[in-house]
């Protein structure tokens, strides 16, 4: 989890339930090192420590021993701490665990930002991930359609005027594509003109 929702009672409550977790340590956090185990520098990792919360209330709220893992990420140039208490997995895993959680953040952003999904008709797991599947195959198959037809205009584009005309009697093509319509001729000899 990210370190903005970061709470001591709160993350006991996850120990205790016999599940682990992995979240960035905020700046201010004071750490009482009991013992270190041994870390390959060459990995990124710079240290990894097992204790306990310095502060009386942080000690009490989690009462139990937490690992601090220090690693530097050489893509963003960061130093960045981690803590979790499980103490039986690889520090370099607890470092990865974390950054895999940012590409779920980010994936959940894509989808916030592209799919569209104004509320959920169910909110039950299974409702909720029908959901999200059908929406991920519309806006591929939108997608798909928006490169096989060359449209004109972004997929963005594409993606608004069917939203605009989901129920018009015309062709895709002649939906999707932009055309003059200056250039027809009235075909209808009984029409007659305005202008």
Not at 1 to 12: K, N, P, S, T
Not at 30 to 47: E, I
Request: glycine share 4%; with cysteine.
């Amino acid at each position: 989890m990210d370190r903005g929702y970061m709470d001591f009672a709160r993350l006991i409550l996850i120990a205790n339930a016999g599940a682990f977790f992995v979240t960035r340590a905020k700046i201010n956090l004071q750490f009482t090192r009991h013992y270190s185990m041994p870390v390959d520098r060459f990995t990124g990792l710079r240290s990894d420590h097992v204790g306990k919360p310095t502060l009386t209330k942080s000690r009490k709220s989690f009462p139990i021993l937490l690992r601090k893992v220090r690693y530097h990420d050489s893509e963003t140039d960061k130093e960045l701490i981690f803590l979790t208490n499980n103490l039986e997995i690889p520090a370099l895993t607890v470092a990865m665990l974390y950054k895999m959680r940012w590409r779920i953040e980010l994936f959940f952003r894509w989808i916030k930002g592209h799919l569209r999904i104004k509320h959920y008709y169910g909110t039950s797991p299974n409702a909720v991930k029908t959901q999200i599947w059908i929406a991920v195959c519309t806006y591929l198959m939108i997608a798909i359609l928006h490169k096989q037809l060359k449209l004109p205009g972004t997929l963005h584009r594409t993606l608004q005027l069917l939203s605009v005309h989901p129920f018009e009697k015309v062709t895709l093509n002649e939906l999707l594509t932009e055309t003059d319509h200056r250039t027809f001729s009235n075909s209808d000899p009984n029409q007659l003109n305005l202008f």
